[in-house]
């Protein structure tokens, strides 16, 4: 099956094409940024084309803002074995086998046009032996920030890629083959203690914002938690626990999922739970 999102005039030869696999929060915003960008996006994901099509559309015009359109195209597809080969980035859920069984169907060799995943919870190499590290940050439009891993065989349309989110004003770091990396490292380890306040101390989130807002923090942990969505912040914690015993990760997280709590995407918050 295939449904076609924001078609141009522009002659497809001129297009350079990248597929996606996923098309959630992250892989939504990916996609729209790499159309507004200019190329041919083949985007699959499993199931809900057509909620997955107006996520993108809407995830366009917000990316329309504030970059100038080049009139790429998004094509989704459900038919994982469809997909011709391209540069592919992967942003799929937090979970090495969903990623392995996924990538073990494509019917092309990863190395020759490049591979990068969006995950920082896994070193790329423990997600395929030809993968790198492209790892945006939610929200795009706004954390116009990417850590960069060079894959073990690097390409040229990896590097017209890297070159042209340089061109766009992406700041791309380049970051060593830890889970987390940087930004999520720090980021978690956060969550984590914030969490565990919560827990162990019974500190109330209004206690928390009040100091955290004051030594610099604008946003709440807990808004963070929520646009993470609960459900992905609870993978990363566990894949991060599992090379660093220091992370913890709260109950709390599974009992939210146990009430279908899930943050922003369902409309829902952790202070649901913590609160009520």
């Known amino acids: 099956m295939r449904l076609l999102n924001q078609t141009t005039n522009r002659p497809k030869g001129s297009m350079m094409k990248i597929n996606i696999l996923g098309i959630g ?13 200019g190329y041919e996006v083949i985007a699959w ?5 057509e909620a997955k099509q107006k996520k993108c559309q809407r995830n366009r015009r917000i990316l329309g803002r504030k970059l100038t359109d080049a009139g ?11 997909l011709s080969a391209a540069l592919t980035i ?4 937090e979970n090495l086998d969903t990623k392995k069984q996924v990538i073990r169907q494509l019917p092309y060799d990863l190395s020759i046009h490049g591979f990068f995943s969006n995950t920082s919870s896994y070193r790329p190499e423990e997600i395929h032996p030809a993968a790198g590290g492209l790892h945006f940050f939610n929200p795009i439009q706004t954390l116009r920030l990417v850590e960069h891993l060079t894959p073990p065989q690097p390409t040229k349309q990896g590097n017209q890629l890297i070159a042209l989110l340089a061109e766009n004003n992406f700041t791309m770091v380049d970051v060593k083959a830890n889970r987390g990396y940087v930004g999520n490292v720090l980021l978690f380890a956060e969550i984590s203690a914030t969490l565990k306040l919560v827990d162990n101390y019974k500190y109330t989130t209004e206690t928390i914002d009040q100091i955290t807002n004051s030594i610099g923090r604008e946003t709440s942990i807990f808004s963070i938690i929520d646009l993470i969505g609960i459900d992905t912040t609870k993978r ?4 991060l626990h599992e090379e660093d015993s220091s ?4 109950p709390l997280l599974s009992k939210a999922m146990s009430l279908n709590i899930y943050g ?3 409309r829902t918050s952790i202070l649901e739970v913590i609160n009520g």
């Open 90 to 93: 992967e942003t799929l859920e």
């Open 72 to 82: 790429g195209e998004i094509h989704f597809t459900n038919d994982v074995k469809t």
């Open 45 to 49: 994901n499993r199931s809900d084309l």
């Open 264 to 266: 922003r995407k369902n």
């Open 25 to 37: 929060t992250m892989g939504s915003q990916v996609a729209s940024l790499l159309a507004i960008l």
């Open 247 to 250: 992370i913890y990760v709260s």
């Open 236 to 239: 990363i914690l566990d894949n």
